[in-house]
């Protein structure tokens, strides 16, 4: 059964990191990744990765400053954001596929979800 849970969210200042977690894949969720949320605008993709390959994917907008990573033996993903910014401030949310339909997947198109976690950041 999947359950997706996501952790690391937090109140940091501008220039801070941030490590988001999140557990509760299912065997069959090949396609792993994060999202964020501001209230009031759409879900946004930031990161995936293909759990076999683990080729990743990334937005233009946060390439440089965050980074998608596993960890296998704990069936675990993680989003490691250096160099936050106020407008970094949303609700982070996991998401997973069970094919390698990446482009279904940024669109936000992904029968999988945790409940997120909230990341401020104050400048």
């Known amino acids: 059964q999947v359950q997706l849970i996501e952790s690391g969210g937090g109140l940091v200042q501008a220039g801070d990191s941030l490590r988001l977690s999140c557990t509760g894949f299912?065997?069959?969720?090949?396609?792993r990744g994060w999202f964020r949320q501001v209230p009031g605008r759409e879900r946004e993709f930031l990161a995936a990765?293909?759990?076999?390959?683990?080729?990743?994917y990334y937005v233009d907008s946060v390439k440089g400053r965050f980074t998608i990573s596993r960890n296998v033996r704990n069936n675990t993903i993680y989003l490691q954001m250096n160099s936050l910014k106020p407008e970094d401030t949303a609700v982070y949310y996991c998401?997973?596929?069970?094919?390698?339909?990446?482009?279904?997947?940024?669109?936000?198109?992904?029968?999988?979800w945790g409940h997120g976690t909230q990341v401020t950041v104050s400048s």
């Open positions: 990765t293909y759990w076999g390959s683990d080729t990743r």
């Open positions: 998401a997973a596929r069970t094919d390698y339909n990446n482009n279904a997947f940024k669109k936000g198109l992904a029968p999988y």
């Open positions: 299912g065997r069959s969720n090949n396609l």
